[in-house]
């Protein structure tokens, strides 16, 4: 099982990324997916949601109307389009893929700042 995620980097504050987890090794399409977060000294957060199908989405208040979710199962990837972005987005952000059991990506840092 592989959960890979790309597309962090450093971006100025109202800037945006889209980033990439590319799954493999299990039923992608059977999986819940979920975009996590963790900011230095704090804990992890729930950041997005997006069923097996992708016909639900769910967002944490802080980022409802500047990030979207959405996933291809066809190729076996979710996304995170970020916009609008401030320097609290700042963090390292994890794929998370689940249904009975769970699947965790190693994380890409976002880093927004002037």
């Known amino acids: 099982v592989q959960l890979v995620e790309s597309g962090g980097g450093l971006v100025q504050p109202g800037g945006s990324l889209r980033l990439s987890c590319a799954a493999s090794?299990?039923?992608?399409?059977?999986?819940?997916m979920n975009w996590y977060r963790q900011a230095p000294g704090k804990g992890r957060e729930l950041v997005a949601q997006?069923?097996?199908?992708?016909?639900?989405?769910n967002y944490v208040d802080s980022v409802k109307g500047r990030f979207t979710i959405s996933r291809d199962n066809d190729k076996n990837t979710v996304y995170l389009q970020m916009t609008s972005l401030k320097p609290e987005d700042t963090a390292v952000y994890y794929c998370?893929?689940?249904?009975?059991?769970?699947?965790w990506g190693q994380g890409t840092q976002v880093t927004v700042s002037s």
């Open positions: 998370n893929a689940r249904r009975w059991d769970s699947y």
């Open positions: 090794g299990f039923s992608f399409s059977r999986y819940a």
């Open positions: 997006i069923t097996d199908a992708g016909t639900k989405t």
